[in-house]
């Protein structure tokens, strides 16, 4: 329940409308009851002394009461949606600014399929509880309390047979919503599974055709597909049984009054009015019951998903900017100081070991090694992407964790070995490096990365749409404008991660040649071929985590093993093979 005040903070300017929507169903319920009064004393009395005029009075007062009870619900419904849908925006807006605010290592904690759901279904069901849930929250124990009330007011023997009848309801609706509970969580993770299926399957639906993996994929989809329907049917198989309950109890009640009050109404102790009257309040009150019961089990639901929607916005980021942040990068020089590094604080093994490095300002720096020996990681840890676990990474002769995370982020732009664009077009893609860039500037960058081949051909050139994902281009293009995006940063630190690995080398030269011009910027370069790092300042070789060696490219070709196998494999493959 904490955690569920805490989301209700989110509340907000909505407060309010739940607060009116809550007094709207009190004077509604209030309205609701009189009506079995006033028809008490128009069966008694009017019908009794065939009084048309005491008939036609009451009849009009429980219409006018009727309608009351209309109108308030009806403005109930209108102040309840403004909160319930409010509220959710309110609270996937916080998820969404919650997630932005993480670092890799927070989004390691959770699947993506996990924060859609998260963000959509959870929130969904909190809506709906508001929306199917908060009036019966508030009606029903007003209707409990005033219906037994009032019925020990109209007859109290009668009236004994609620003391029976609820606490046995009672119990067994308690059982219902205790078996339940637990449910719930497993069914929302049942969802989390599906979307993730679903997920994966449409982002590659291109290698699921190119390798005829339809079918399989359907067989995985049916999988957890029926797990779901499986999770769903053994919960709603308990989650049901409390209206077959409320009915049996309820039946029994009306049964057990209709017999005593029979009898009592000929023996002259109970007149028919007040039996009808009575009814009307054994309805009221089971029904309040019933009400009560798919409250607590919409309360279960909800709390299931308020847990998890807690999850997202209690996860403390990794990485902040630390008080009074240094705001001002003073240039690109990089340094690594005795730093090691694993992904998970109980990693047996750590990915980076012991790395001194020291990157002076406006060098331009080659990367090589093996796949898996940490290249990637090693850059991520420049821009605050990672932290590292133990020694001290260095920008411009200050520790990183010195500076505020978006001044650092500003100063270090990196082309990641996934090129991600966004739904759009080309100018909207490109301002994601600087918003207010001007037409030539995004041309000029767009030059810079030979991207401007390309572009000029497209219809529309920057105002080209991209489609989701970038789908509209190939690979290649999708790199390049990549690194013109970067280049609009206008960064002291340069970073490539493989990112022309999808390009000729013709261009490949092009974008080298281009980048050369950068004076003062620190280029670092991860690359796959020889080629695209023989002519930097030094070439840094890592093997499984470790700097293996550092030196130009005649040094290390004349003394490096690994540098020679990688040299002579890419470069004299024909002499050496035939």
Known sequence: MGELKRLLRYLGPYRNDLLIGALLVVVET???LVIPVLMADLIDVGV???????????????????????????????????ASYGWGAQVRRAQFAQ?????????????????????TTDVTVLQNAINGGFRPLVRSPIMLVMGVGLSFWMNPRLAVIFIVCAPVLGAILFCIVRKVAPMYGK?????????????????????????????AEEERFQVVNSRLADTSKATFRWAVLNLPSLQLIMYTAIV???????????????????????????FQVMNSMMMLSNVFLLLTRSLASVHRITQVLEEQPQITSSQNAVTQVADGSVDFEGVSFKYHADAQEYALSQVDLHIKAGQTVG???????????LVQLIPRLYDATEGTVKVGGRDVREYDIHVLRDAVGIVLQKNVLFSGTVEENLRWGDAQAGEEQLWAACRAACADEFLAEMPGGLEADLGQ?????????????????????????????????????????????????????????????????MNTDQIIILDDGKVHAVGTHQQLLECDPIYQEIYASQMKGGELHG
């Not at 009009?60 to 949606?81: D, E, K, N, S």
């Not at 929302?188 to 599974?193: P, T, Y």
């Not at 017999?259 to 309040?281: A, C, H, P």
């Open 30 to 32: 209030c309205f609701e």
């Open 48 to 82: 009794a002394n065939q009084d048309i005029h005491y008939v036609l009075y009451k009849g009009a007062q429980m219409g006018i009461c009727a309608l009351c009870a209309l109108v308030t619900g009806l403005l109930y419904a209108r102040f309840a949606a403004r």
């Open 99 to 119: 997630v932005q605010r993480y670092s890799f290592a927070n989004l390691d904690h959770f699947d993506a399929a996990s924060l859609v759901t998260r963000m």
């Open 187 to 215: 069914l929302q993770k049942a969802v989390d599974r599906l979307n993730n299926v679903v997920q994966e399957n449409l982002t590659a639906i291109r290698a699921v055709k190119a390798f005829v993996r339809g079918e």
């Open 256 to 282: 057990l009054i209709m017999w005593f009050g029979g009898n009592m109404i000929l023996d002259g102790k109970l007149l028919v009015g007040e039996l009808t009257g009575f009814l009307s309040y054994v």
């Open 367 to 377: 990367i090589l090694g093996g796949t898996g020996s940490a290249k990637s990681t």
């Open 469 to 533: 994902g970038g789908v509209n281009v190939s690979g290649g293009q999708k790199q390049r404008l990549c690194i013109a995006r970067t280049l609009l940063k206008h960064p002291k630190v340069l970073i490539f991660d493989d990112s022309t690995s999808a390009v000729d080398t013709a261009t490949e030269g092009k974008i080298r040649r281009e980048l050369a011009k950068l004076d003062g910027v620190t280029k670092i370069v991860i690359a796959q071929r020889i080629t695209s790092v």
